[in-house]
């Protein structure tokens, strides 16, 4: 089985600058998220589709970042335009969990994107 | 505001003895613990969990307790590995809803050889 696919592996850019991220979920998994990690920090939830529907954004700092999901499967992320407190590794991940219920299901995480805003 | 703590930046163990992680969290509505794994350069990978109703978990070399009355839980690992060494994440999310996942800090651990 083909695990999370995440592209670029790294991303260089000025302040100002806009970046998008790519993300391809494993085939069949509903949910799909996206993670900010800071250096020395946890990862952070940015955003959270279920399909192709939002369903948690609300750490997204929505005057810069955007994020879509293609027709439920493949997603981007975007910042626009870049700061330097953006500088951070970006994980996307997903789970087969199909909607809001008390089991709990394990997320597979890419490898990241290491983005430096310089 | 910080939900789960892991306080210990880093830890180095003997290979063959014993590693242990811990973890403590503040909100009370978390019922599902999870502990994953990273190395340099790749994504965090899922190690092993805990639900609230239990306070042990274990899987091979690997051992989560809970202590729900504390808020705390720790990652037992017995014996160390070389391979071992890696950052370790404390995570844990609340009852029903879409299992939003709160990550403690990292724990890095180094097992010498």
């Known amino acids: 089985e083909a695990g999370v696919a995440q592209s670029p592996r790294y991303k260089i850019i000025e302040k100002r600058q806009s970046v998008a991220f790519w993300c391809n979920p494993i085939s069949g998994h509903a949910t799909l998220y996206w993670y900010q990690q800071i250096l020395g920090q946890g990862p952070k939830l940015l955003i959270q589709f279920q399909n192709n529907g939002v369903v948690d954004d609300s750490q997204l700092p929505k005057d810069r970042f955007s994020a879509e999901r293609l027709k439920g499967v493949d997603s981007t992320l975007k910042i626009q335009p870049a700061k330097l407190e953006d500088s951070a590794v970006y994980l996307c991940?997903?789970?087969?969990?199909?909607?809001?219920?008390?089991?709990?299901?394990?997320?597979?995480f890419g490898p990241g994107t290491r983005l430096t805003v310089l | 505001d910080q939900q789960v703590k892991q306080n210990s930046p880093s830890l180095s163990v003997q290979e063959g003895r014993i590693s242990i992680l811990n973890c403590d969290y503040t909100n009370s509505m978390f019922d599902y613990f999870l502990w994953y794994k990273k190395y340099p350069a790749e994504g965090p990978t899922f190690l092993i969990s805990i639900s609230s109703i239990k306070d042990k978990n274990e899987d091979g070399r690997f051992t989560v307790f809970l202590n729900k009355s504390a808020k705390h839980l720790s990652l037992h690992i017995v014996p160390s590995q070389p391979g071992d060494s890696a950052v370790y994440f404390c995570a844990a999310s609340e009852a029903g809803g879409y299992q939003k996942v709160t990550f403690g800090t990292g724990t890095k651990l180094q097992v010498i050889p």
């Open positions: 991940a997903s789970s087969f969990s199909r909607g809001a219920g008390p089991s709990y299901n394990e997320q597979f």
